[in-house]
């Protein structure tokens, strides 16, 4: 019972940074019909952003609460430029083309901004600085729970209400809704279809970033291609839960996270073995898109952002 | 404006081939002219402290021979390549100094994987290659071109069965392993082998990949197994993190790893967690006799840092080539393989290096505690030794190899002391 219970929080931890990664694509995609396949690597950046922050601001040399909010919060900030430049300069200009060629795009950036960290920094992982005293508390008998899983799901669940709000309460959040559901009857309404773009983008790569920094905390190696497989990961979660739709991408991640960690756990058991950990969340993709193409939640009527 | 480009494109292109042409094309075997060198490593990829430390081992002992005089008066210039710890990539250079730079000899890597990717190309080349630090077994066995400075996996995993069941007292063992690397897999099928010999049970074993993020899953698995001891044969960017996972879930049980450890990075990313775990190495950089502190004193003077075993490794091969040039005489293939085959009792930093009939160095293997940042030597252990094999320091984390007992049994034409240059042991003619 207390291996059940640790490895669901250890699941629910991975899901929980799938889950805001997952996020950003499913954004993206409800405004843009667009899949964003270099919102993983803001992931990455945003890991790295806060890296340099920590060293450049001096809180590298010990745990801090007020280093933690301001290498997390200026992470978010930069990222969040850096999302909107990409939007600016790689997909704006051929948005009015083919959607495959903005795709192929993506992909393109995607491997521009992994290969330009890598000329730059080297492709060995480096140790990201402790910003919280490490500290484990334990749980139901002999399930821990480190401190750093705590502060991934207090801020994630902050962070996602923080977004529901701005969807569903401000004007922003209207006009997004509203360009989600037809971006050329949004423009004769008289929205600024384009800044609202960007701060989709901004608002996702934001929160890539703050994946980023939380799981630099979790698990302190960073490296240019992290965001490689995880930001796959965040994509299948966004299409389990219905791609476009915002509730759906965070349980396609937590969904995920944990059966990734249940394969590890529990697979050898049945005969499975732990390496089959990054195939599970493949797999879980092809079923449903056999059984349900919309994702879990999605449907073509459910309002989408 | 496109046919312009495109002949500037095709200037460069000519200018490259030609510069590059030139570079090897003289050089290429032969009795004079300077002796060009081969090095491969992974020099940018995930595991580039590896490459990088090597490579500083054999531009040392590069730079030492040529000032000392060269080898019969022709000196050494040493091409190197990175592989980014690619295997597809380590062949592809490997085949461009070859072919294009015309190296007499190779050395490199140190990931097994890699020089396996590698070795057939310089087998099929008859280009002789050394490995400074690939353990696993299939190395050698690509052919007789190939050949390495360090001991094997076999020994490396009994080593540290040996240490767990005799030194620790463990009864049972869980191992993680990183799944696609054969360093690992090797490793964790001679661990487990020798371990169970011993008596021991192996009650788990879980695997990772290179790159993964997370691994609490499979240490939550192993600790509701608690074991006695961890064997982590890894590399040490996925085990820092590793022993910090194992931390935070309250696992207090020593882990164990091997040479793939050695990294100063791995501090960086593992920090206290690590503390009270050990490893198998090649040497002990604290070590106090006289041949390896001017070797650690050098290497420090020269590039600010401490040598690891693979910078020692490195340093070693290319003096092991450069012995065997001076013994060929000439730089041609099968003569040099001859020689680089026939080395015995070559006092290596790494200890006194004999290669055998498979092409493997024959030597001892020490184990160190790592504790505050710092690796503490704790035992040597000897190749294939019956029973008491351990020779065991009576203060561990005091006594530096030298000063252990020497134990008499030993296998081969190898002197029972560790890493000792010194002339004293040197003896056993066989």
């Not at chain 2, 990772?208 to 509701?224: A, E, F, N, P, V």
């Amino acid at each position: 019972m207390d291996t059940f219970i640790q490895q669901l929080i250890n699941g629910l931890t991975v899901g929980a940074i799938y889950a805001l990664i997952a996020l950003g694509y499913t954004m993206v995609y409800g405004i843009l019909r667009l899949i964003n396949f270099a919102h993983g690597d803001i992931y990455m950046v945003g890991a790295f952003v806060g890296y340099f922050l920590a060293y450049q601001l001096g809180f590298a040399a010990g745990p801090s609460l007020l280093g933690l909010t301001v290498v997390l919060l200026g992470s978010m900030i930069i990222s969040a430029l850096v999302g909107m430049a990409i939007e600016r300069f790689a997909y704006r200009p051929i948005r009015k083309y083919a959607r495959m060629t903005t795709l192929i795009t993506a992909i393109g950036v995607s491997l521009l901004i992994e290969n330009l960290f890598v000329a730059r920094l080297g492709a060995a992982p480096r140790a990201f600085p402790q910003l919280l005293r490490e500290e484990s508390y334990t749980l139901f008998g002999n399930a821990a729970i480190s401190k750093s899983q705590i502060l991934i799901f207090i801020v994630s669940i902050a962070l996602m209400l923080l977004l529901q709000w701005i969807i569903f309460k401000t004007k922003v959040g209207t006009a997004m809704r509203a360009v989600s559901f037809n971006l050329n009857s949004a423009k004769l309404m008289g929205i600024n279809t384009d800044v609202i773009i960007s701060v989709t983008f901004a608002l996702g790569s934001a929160l890539a970033a703050a994946a980023g920094v939380l799981t630099a905390q979790y698990n302190p190696q960073i490296d240019p291609l992290m965001g490689i497989i995880t930001g796959l990961k965040a994509f299948v979660a966004a299409v389990l839960g219905g791609i476009g739709n915002v509730p759906g991408a965070v349980l396609g991640g937590l969904l995920i996270g944990i059966a990734e960690t249940f394969v590890v756990g529990y697979g050898q058991n049945i005969g499975v073995p732990s390496t089959f950990r990054d195939a599970v969340a493949f797999a879980i993709l092809i079923l449903v898109l056999l059984f349900r193409p919309t994702g879990l939640l999605g449907s073509t009527v459910q309002e989408k952002v | 404006m496109k046919r312009t480009l495109l002949s500037l494109l095709l200037i460069t292109t000519f200018f490259f081939t030609f510069a590059c042409e030139r570079r090897g094309g003289p050089a290429a075997g032969g009795e004079t002219g300077q002796i060009v060198v081969g090095y491969y490593g992974d020099l940018t990829g995930r595991t580039s402290n590896f490459g990088v430390s090597t490579r500083n081992g054999v531009l040392m002992a590069a730079d030492e021979i040529n000032k000392a005089g060269g080898i019969n008066g022709r000196q050494i210039t040493i091409l190197s390549e990175d592989d980014e710890g690619r295997p597809e990539k380590a062949a592809t250079v490997v085949t461009k100094l070859i072919d294009q730079d015309r190296v007499i000899a190779l050395l490199g890597e140190v990931a097994s994987g890699n020089t396996l990717a590698a070795a057939p190309k310089a087998q099929s080349a008859h280009v002789p290659m050394i490995s400074p630090s690939s353990t696993n077994p299939a190395v050698t066995q690509v052919g007789d071109y190939i050949s390495r400075v360090c001991f094997i996996d076999p020994f490396q995993g009994e080593v540290m069965a040996k240490f767990a069941s005799n030194t620790l007292k463990a009864k049972t063992a869980a191992i993680m392993l990183d799944f696609n690397s054969p360093y690992s897999r090797g490793l964790t099928e001679f661990f487990e082998k020798s371990f169970t010999k011993l008596g021991g049970k192996v009650v788990s074993k879980q695997s990772y990949t290179q790159g993964d993020r997370d691994y609490k899953g499979q240490l939550t698995s192993i600790r509701s197994l608690k074991p006695d001891v961890i064997y982590v044969p890894g590399y040490y960017g996925e085990v820092g993190v590793i022993a910090k996972q194992a931390k935070q879930l309250d696992i207090q049980v020593p882990l164990l790893g091997g040479d793939g450890w050695d990294a100063p990075q791995l501090w960086d990313l593992g920090g206290d967690a690590l503390n009270g775990s050990y490893i198998s190495n090649h040497y002990s950089v604290e070590d106090p006799s006289p041949a390896i502190q001017k070797f650690v004193g050098d290497f420090k003077a020269r590039y600010n840092i401490a040598p690891d075993a693979l910078a020692a490794l490195g340093y070693d091969a290319m003096r092991v080539l450069a012995d065997a040039l001076k013994r060929a005489g000439t730089s041609e293939g099968p003569q040099l393989r001859d020689a680089i085959n026939t080395t015995k009792d070559f006092p290596g930093v790494t200890g006194v290096i004999t290669i055998d009939a498979d092409r493997n160095a024959v030597k001892p293997a020490v184990v160190l505690k790592l504790q505050g940042g710092k690796y503490v030597y704790q035992e040597t252990i000897t190749p294939d030794a019956p029973a008491g094999t351990v020779a065991s320091a009576p203060t561990p984390g005091l006594s530096p190899p030298a000063t252990s007992p020497p134990v008499a049994a030993t296998v081969s034409s190898q002197p029972a002391s560790t890493n000792k240059n010194a002339p004293a042991p040197k003896t056993t003619p066989k």
